[in-house]
Nanobody, 128 residues
Framework: QVQLVESGGGSVQAGGSLRLSCAAS????????MGWFRQAPGKEREGLAS????????YYADSVKGRFSISQDMAKNTIYLQMNSLKPEDTAMYYC?????????????????????WGQGTQVTVSS
């Protein structure tokens, strides 16, 4: 049973920063695509960033490129999402997701239906 546990959400003012963490009960050396998604009330879930654990290739949605950064700690089987210059429209529930894949390119589409494993989410609220 794969478990993903997110942490680091909270409330911040516009322009501020937060770093989310996702601890996974998998071995990153087996080759996983790890992704961050978010869902705001009344909106569809949106893919933000992903990382292929073998080699660390990263992918970003245009909406967060340059502001958000995904990284990993192989020793801890943990990924992070550094979020800078936060805006009120970044307010959402943020989810970590995982899927075992063979190639980094399989990690590039940021489509939620391509991930089997999901965390419970962590709330991020950005006030103006």
């Amino acid at each position: 049973q794969v478990q993903l546990v997110e942490s680091g959400g909270g409330s911040v003012q516009a322009g501020g920063s937060l770093r989310l963490s996702c601890a996974a009960s998998v071995n990153f050396y087996n080759g996983y695509c790890m992704g961050w998604f978010r869902q705001a009330p009344g909106k569809e879930r949106e893919g933000l960033a992903s990382i292929y654990t073998i080699g660390g290739t990263t992918y970003y949605a245009d909406s967060v490129k340059g502001r958000f950064s995904i990284s990993q700690d192989m020793a801890k089987n943990t990924i992070y999402l550094q979020m800078n210059s936060l805006k009120p429209e970044d307010t959402a529930m943020y989810y970590c997701a995982a899927e075992i894949v063979l190639y980094p390119g399989s990690c590039s589409r940021l489509l939620d239906d391509e991930f089997r494993y999901w965390g419970q989410g962590t709330q991020v609220t950005v006030s103006s």
